[in-house]
């Protein structure tokens, strides 16, 4: 069970972006890459967006996890807020479960439960093997890592900006 629900949490926080953290990064002038370091047990799994003192945006790529390269060297020494989306690592809890945010169990909870349960299963030759039921729970997690993902993207405001440009209308060549 520790094993499936740590890979269920892994692939929940890599799909979704929910669990973010921001890392202030002294930068120095002329120099690009930097290592980032979240301060929990937890692995960064992309670059979400860097802004400067200023709040203006910064051109980053981060090629591999945690190491920040910055498309132009900074002119100064200065500031920079560094948004990451993290997900778990080893090592994991005396008990052996994976550490992750208190508030994320207390929100998705059951879709985690969902998640685990559809896996669970779906392991073949087992007492608790149930295809049927393991489809069931299977697709309530996928809704709810799709709602989840649209919950982080919003930013978790009720109803927030839905509208989007009519595609019928958006212009595809720049002639």
């Known amino acids: 069970i520790q094993l499936e629900l740590f890979s269920l949490l892994n692939e929940f926080f890599q799909e ?14 002329g120099l690009r890459d930097y290592v980032l370091v979240p301060s929990g047990v937890s692995a960064i799994n992309r670059l979400m967006g860097v802004v400067n003192s200023d ?3 910064v051109a980053a790529l981060m090629k591999t996890p945690g190491e920040l390269h910055l498309v132009y060297p900074p002119n100064v020494a200065a500031i920079y807020t560094v948004q990451v989306a993290l997900t778990v690592t080893d090592p994991v809890t005396r008990e052996g479960y994976p550490e992750f945010p208190d508030w994320v169990l207390n929100k998705y909870g059951t879709d985690i439960l969902d998640g685990t349960l559809g896996r669970m299963m779906s392991q073949p030759a087992k007492p608790y093997t149930n295809e049927r039921l393991s489809i069931l729970h299977s697709r309530r ?12 993207q919003h930013r978790n405001v009720y109803r927030g900006q839905s509208w989007r440009f009519p595609q019928s209308f958006a212009s595809r060549n720049w002639r």
């Open 16 to 29: 979704t972006n929910i669990w973010t953290e921001d890392i202030d990064v002294p930068v120095i002038a």
């Open 55 to 57: 709040g203006l945006q």
């Open 141 to 152: 997690f996928e809704t709810a890592k799709s709602k989840a993902k649209v919950e982080a």
